[in-house]
């Protein structure tokens, strides 16, 4: 049995009522226990929320653009909503003066 787990895809992480972050995820089961039973080879999928705290959200954003340090973004990558400290073989100035 292996069990992986994405971000969900058409579902945007969003701030719930409770001022929390949730960010949706797919939970993904392929096999089973017992290879020759029934379930064998199956793909059961389960949507749900991981929700953070602010400071929790705070923590993975920078862990997440440190992780990222020195990795040029792909074109098509948003921007990020604050500036972030990088290598400085790689910093670059951009936004307002």
Same mark, same amino acid.
């Given at each position: ?5 994405? /971000?969900? &895809?058409?579902? @945007?992480? /969003?701030? =719930?009522?409770? %001022?929390?972050?949730?960010? @949706?995820?797919? *939970?993904?089961?392929? $096999? ?5 039973? @029934?379930?064998? $080879? ?6 749900? %929320?991981? +929700? *953070?705290?602010? !400071? ?7 862990? *997440? #653009?440190?992780? *990222?340090? $020195?990795?040029? &973004?792909? &074109?098509?990558?948003?921007? #990020?909503?604050?500036?972030?400290? =990088?290598?400085?073989?790689? +910093?670059?100035?951009?936004?307002? !003066?």
């Amino acid at each position: 049995m292996t069990w992986t787990i994405q /971000r969900a &895809p058409g579902r @945007p992480v /969003r701030r =719930t009522d409770d %001022d929390r972050i949730a960010v @949706p995820l797919r *939970l993904n089961r392929t $096999g089973s226990e017992q290879p020759t039973g @029934p379930d064998a $080879g199956t793909v059961t999928v389960t949507v749900t %929320d991981m +929700a *953070l705290t602010l !400071a929790e959200a705070e923590h993975l954003h920078a862990a *997440l #653009c440190r992780a *990222l340090d $020195g990795q040029s &973004p792909p &074109p098509a990558a948003p921007e #990020c909503r604050n500036s972030v400290q =990088t290598s400085p073989g790689t +910093a670059h100035l951009s936004g307002r !003066a």
